[in-house]
């Protein structure tokens, strides 16, 4: 048998309740990206999201909790899609140039993620796991795609293990994000970024091998 139809007040109140977790994931989205984890408090929080305090408490539970929503919202809201197993490096390098032209356009997204980023260095910090997953999947990627370029003969191997060279692109973007926080305008983060995982990749501007790399052409003449 079909199922019922849900009575229009069971609906509509479902659809307030989910409204309401939205407007609570948003404010508390800008108070732990202007105050950190530590320094907001559930309160405010309810206060600037227009509900009661045991209103928040009742669809999250707890701070962590909350925090932890507000994470997932902003991956929802900011991180690439989950990309397929075969991807070429132009393919990738054009997704996360995307990905950083996007946060450029939402500054206040690359607050909260810098603040809680800083944060979790302290080892009980709520967040420091899942923030190193996040790590972990984005150096995981961008070092199989350095490994798989060396093995090609398309990068030079610069000495550097593929997973500490993909770490220290994920650091130096972070960083650029940061510097253009703090001194806007002054910096091209998504060109800064794309000449960073051409490096890394050993492509060109064009997006092809540098000379001398991934060409089966012998260097003398015939």
């Known amino acids: 048998m079909p199922d019922r139809p849900q009575p229009a007040s069971r609906a509509d109140g479902y659809a307030t309740g989910r409204a309401t977790k939205r ?20 309160r405010s929080i309810a206060r600037e999201a227009d509900v009661d305090h045991s209103t928040l408490l009742h669809h999250f539970g707890t701070k962590t909790a909350l925090l932890l929503a507000v994470i997932e919202w902003y991956d929802t809201q900011n991180a690439p899609p989950t990309p397929p197993t075969e991807m070429s490096a132009d393919a990738m390098l054009d997704g996360l140039v995307a990905t950083a032209a996007h946060n450029a356009a939402a500054p206040g997204l690359v607050q909260l993620l810098s603040t809680l980023t800083a944060e979790a260095g302290s080892a009980d910090h709520p967040a420091r796991r899942v923030l190193q997953e996040r790590h972990e999947t984005v150096v995981g990627l961008i070092g199989r795609m350095i490994e798989q370029q060396r093995d090609a003969g398309v990068a030079r191997d610069d000495g550097l293990d593929p997973a500490a060279h993909a770490a220290l692109v994920v650091a130096t973007w972070e960083g650029l994000q940061v510097y253009d926080a703090l001194h806007p305008g002054e910096i091209d983060v998504p060109d800064l970024l794309a000449r960073t995982l051409r490096d890394a990749f050993g492509l060109t501007q064009g997006g092809t091998a540098p000379d001398g790399l991934g060409s089966d052409e012998s260097d003398d003449p015939a």
């Open 23 to 42: 407007a609570i994931v948003a404010r508390a989205a800008e108070a732990f990206a202007q105050k950190g984890f530590y320094g907001a408090s559930l």
